[in-house]
C-alpha cells in the first residue's frame, strides 16, 4: 500500500489567515475578513467557537475553584488540563488546516455551521 505523498504547506496570507483562525480572539479576522473563501471561513467559526469555548470553560473553573473544596481541585488538575486541551486541539487543528485538511474538534465541530 502507497504512502500518501504529503501535500505542500500553505504560504502567504492563506497560511498566517489559517493560523490566526486558531489563535484565540484573534479567530475574528480571517472570519470578518475572508467571507468569499468557505474553506478559510470554516476553520475560522471553529476557531472563534474554540475560543469561546476555552473562555467559558476556563471561567466555570475559576469560579469553581471559588469554592472551599473544589478549589485545589478546580486549579491545580482540571483547570491546566482544560487549558493544555484547548492548546493541543488548536495546534492539531492549525497543522491539518495547513494542509488543507480539516480536523473536527470533538463537540465543538457542530456548531459550526450555526456561526
Known sequence: ????????????????????CYAGPWAFVPYLRNREDTELLWHARQGVILAFAECVGALALVIVGLFPIFGSVSWRVILPLWLLWCLGMSVTSI???TKGKRHRIPVIHQFVDYL
Open 1 to 20: 500500500m502507497p504512502l500518501d505523498v504529503p501535500t505542500p504547506l500553505f504560504v502567504g496570507e492563506r497560511l498566517r489567515d489559517l493560523i490566526l
Open 95 to 97: 497543522l491539518q488546516a
